[in-house]
């Protein structure tokens, strides 16, 4: 059985309990939650190293690091230590979204090195190896692709991203309103084009029900892509974007009812006042299943410190319920990230993750900050830096000018923590 179809009869499976205990939350909590679709517990049955992470309602907001190789750079090495940098700086899951190089032997190994969950872009692959045996991508079968999807989920990973939402419909609506920036997920133009050149439905959408049996029998949870995300602050929130949410709501529905884990992807790019909106949206939709999104960057102009404009919306979708964080790197819209872009990416999208978590009243989110404030009140360095999201940068930077007393080199002996403890006697002892 499932994880979601163990929930529903009512047993609390070990996986539940490893969540409940991290989360510091009762086990039956989170059998609920998943028995309700609120929570899933992305877990592959052949992924046997895996720590399970929930991902949902009432949780820590969870950050996932998107790596892998391209078609000119990467191999195996470089992956692997992306993987071991993005858990270290505690992403909670992984996609390797690899495109080059021995594509199978590199998710193989990535998922043998991984204790957090993987989660791939299947028709990548499948639409790569299209290009080597027919020549183009709208030659590949529907056979090729569903294939595809199972060698993925026969491997152990976790979640799979699936552009089922990306209709006909979905098409005309893209075509009759315009955009500025088109379409900009790779796994939605793949199809978009497919279903063009071959005048078919999307064959993730017409043989959903495959999809789900192969599904269910690994408890593979599906990620529902959004291959009509808006790539451009112009395009936000526009027709197109919403068709596609809708399927996705009555799709995450049937996923529960054939015992199958679901999430929901979105965004992508937003304005800052379209954000909240977009969660509501999302939530009402899909009868709460967790929401995933790509960011969502706040302006289209940040090139080389798009973590930064990423962590800005994701904190606020973070503290509207957004349940999972995809990073963003300085390296997006410019290059391959390197292992420090996804180092940079992973700390901007925790330090997002847990602003969002403060305001949703996560467990330990606050305690955590008022930790750090009784540390800075205390002139306590070591402590300051081992609660920090990075301990080492801490150090390093505090250590940058030595300063003569207790008080670090920005003020001196004009420290205000220090001034107030000496005349006033107000100390932090209280706290
Ligand atoms: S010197 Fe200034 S910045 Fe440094 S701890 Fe004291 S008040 Fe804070």
């Known amino acids: 059985m499932t994880q979601l179809e163990l929930a529903k009869s009512g047993v609390v499976s070990p996986q539940m309990k490893a969540v409940a205990q991290y989360e510091g939350v009762e086990a039956e909590s989170i059998r609920h939650g998943v028995a309700e679709g609120t929570i899933v517990i992305p877990a592959n ?123 006909q419909s979905a098409i005309d609506r893209l075509k009759q309103q315009g955009r500025v920036a088109d379409v900009v997920s790779r796994g939605g133009a793949f199809l978009i084009g497919w279903m063009l050149y071959n005048e078919r439905e999307n064959p993730l959408y017409e043989y959903y029900d495959r999809l789900l049996k192969l599904a269910r029998e690994f408890d593979v949870t599906l990620s529902l892509g959004d291959g009509m995300r808006p790539g451009s602050l112009a395009d936000a929130t526009d027709r197109a974007q919403v068709e596609e949410l809708l399927t996705l709501g009555e799709l995450v529905q049937r996923a529960q009812q054939a015992g199958v884990q679901a999430m929901v992807e979105g965004p992508g790019h937003l304005p800052l006042n379209q954000i909240e909106a977009n969660v509501q949206l999302q939530k009402a939709i899909c009868k709460g299943a967790p929401f995933y999104v790509l960011g969502p960057l706040v302006t289209d102009i940040g090139a080389g410190y798009d973590h930064i404009t990423g962590a800005i919306g994701g904190a606020i979708a973070a503290a509207a319920g957004t349940d999972f964080l995809c990073y963003v790197t300085p390296s997006e819209h410019l290059s391959l990230p390197d292992p420090e872009d996804v180092k940079q990416g992973v700390i901007a999208s925790r330090i997002a993750a847990h602003a969002g978590d403060i305001v949703k009243g996560v467990k330990g989110a ?66």
Not at 56 to 65: C, E, P, Y
Not at 75 to 85: A, G, H, Q, S
Not at 108 to 115: D, G, K, L, N, P
Not at 379 to 389: F, I, K, N
């Open 45 to 167: 049955t052949h992924h046997t190293n895996l720590i399970p992470c929930g991902i949902g309602q009432g949780l820590k907001t969870k950050v996932n690091a998107n790596i892998g190789t391209s078609s000119d750079f990467g191999n195996v090495d470089t992956e692997l230590e992306k993987l071991r940098v993005a858990i270290e700086c505690g992403a909670d899951a992984v996609m390797d979204l690899s495109t080059g190089g021995d594509i199978s032997a590199i998710r193989q190994a990535i998922v043998a090195a991984s204790s957090v969950p993987i989660g791939t872009v299947p028709i990548y692959q499948a639409g790569i190896k299209a290009i080597d045996s027919h020549g183009a991508i709208v030659k590949m079968t529907v056979d090729e692709l569903f294939a595809g999807i199972e060698e993925h989920v026969c491997q152990g990973v976790d979640f799979i991203t699936v552009h089922c939402g990306v209709t």
């Open 366 to 431: 606050q305690e955590w900050d008022n930790k750090m404030s009784v540390a800075r009140k205390k002139l306590g360095w070591e402590e300051q830096a081992r609660l920090s999201l990075d301990p080492e940068l801490s150090r390093r930077v505090h250590s940058k000018h030595a300063p003569e007393g207790k008080a670090c080199s920005m003020c001196g002996e004009y420290c205000a923590m220090q001034l107030v403890e000496e005349f006033l006697g107000v100390s932090a002892v209280k706290c």
